[in-house]
């Protein structure tokens, strides 16, 4: 579009000169015509007349040669503006097809990336409805929140420490039960109340807020009454049990808006926790099972650390006889050395046939070979 606009402005600006060019054919054409006109068919014979005829065709012929020089100067000036317009044209036409090339592999890839997406999408729409149909029921919904309680545990703590679906003396089997060492077991059981607390989110008018309200008090009360009635007996299970929610919205839920539930369940001496707090419990019972194998093995430890403190104490003693064996070592090197010298000394004098009178061994030092270098050996 800027090329034909610049094509357009260039024939533009050469339009004076091409009304000029007209202007002055159509001059010519008209002094032509006049001149024919005035002039006699069959003129007299008159030489100025003729010499002015003769002028008058010497200038036509010159303005005619000018007119035809101005032109295809013009038309020259044309073919090299149109040549440069089509150069122009023609680069901008490259240029635009090549970005136009570019533009299109850009557009396909994102495409891609969202053909990926969409199928993306589209599987985790199918898992969100496949999550609502199992949420839908209540034996789905309540194996759902037993599995990703098992989950929690099975990852913080060792196998020999809980046990699921146990049985306790009342013939009651709660989803999980904890060992704790020197003290009754911990007693945790998972409840998913998801119709309660959905009926209140979608309340709309205020009669179904107070239904729903209702219905989530009832239901919890319910499940907070079943764990403390069952699970909690005296001496084999610890006075508090945990009532597991296995969802951080619904406990959020719950928690916002039902404080009064919460309190009513720890005065029950039940805790209701969220799978965080269930992480955080289970992070305190390995702290608790920890310090316990400590105490155990303190007596073990002491006993490990008096035979450590008699091995140093062996160590010691033989790294000091071991040090006075170096001594007396080193003595005996000494003396060793001394008779060597003496010996060498000895075999430079007979080379030399030098037999000067000397009291033998004089200097050589106390020792265990002392006597035998006195004797002669």
């Not at 033998?360 to 006195?374: S, V």
């Amino acid at each position: 579009m800027y090329d034909l606009h610049s094509l357009a402005d260039t024939l533009l600006a050469h339009a004076p000169a091409l009304t000029l060019a007209i202007g002055a054919l159509v001059t010519i054409g008209i002094i032509v015509v006049i001149v024919m006109l005035v002039w006699p068919r069959k003129p007299p014979p008159d030489l100025a007349a003729e010499q002015r005829m003769a002028d008058l065709n010497a200038r036509v012929q010159v303005m005619g040669e000018l007119l035809a020089k101005a032109q295809s100067q013009l038309q020259q000036t044309v073919h090299e503006r149109l040549d440069a317009v089509t150069a122009r044209l023609g680069d901008s036409m490259q240029t635009s097809t090549r970005h136009t090339a570019e533009h299109l592999q850009q557009l396909h890839a994102r495409l891609a990336v969202i053909d990926s997406a969409q199928k993306n999408i589209t599987d985790l729409a199918s898992q969100v409805t496949s999550l609502q149909s199992v949420l839908a029921n209540k034996q789905s919904r309540g194996a759902f929140g037993q599995a990703r309680m098992e989950m929690i545990i099975q990852d913080g703590l060792p196998k020999d420490c809980y046990e699921f679906q146990a049985t306790l003396t009342n013939k009651a089997r709660p989803d999980c039960v904890v060992h704790l060492p020197d003290g009754p077991s911990l007693v945790i059981d998972a409840k998913f109340p998801l119709e309660a607390v959905t009926a209140f989110r979608e309340a709309k008018s205020e009669d179904e807020r107070k239904f729903a309200t209702a219905r989530v008090r009832a239901d919890i009360a319910k499940h907070v009454g079943d764990i403390a009635a069952k699970y909690l007996i005296p001496g084999e299970t610890q006075d508090m049990a945990l009532m597991f929610v296995p969802s951080e919205s619904v406990y959020a839920e719950l928690y916002d808006s039902f404080d009064d539930i919460f309190q009513k369940a720890y005065r029950a001496k039940v805790i209701i926790v969220s799978p965080s707090l269930l992480m955080l419990a289970i992070q305190v019972i390995q702290q608790i099972r920890r310090d316990a194998r400590m105490r155990e093995a303190a007596g073990k430890i002491l006993v490990e650390v008096g035979l450590l403190v008699a091995d140093v104490i062996r160590l010691r003693d033989r790294v000091e006889n071991l040090d006075k064996h170096f001594g007396q070592a080193n003595g005996d090197i000494k003396q060793i050395v001394i008779s060597a010298d003496k010996i060498v000394s000895r075999g430079e004098r007979i080379q030399d046939v030098e037999f000067a009178s000397e009291q033998p061994n004089a200097d050589i030092l106390p020792g265990p070979g002392a006597n035998r270098l006195e004797a002669g050996e």
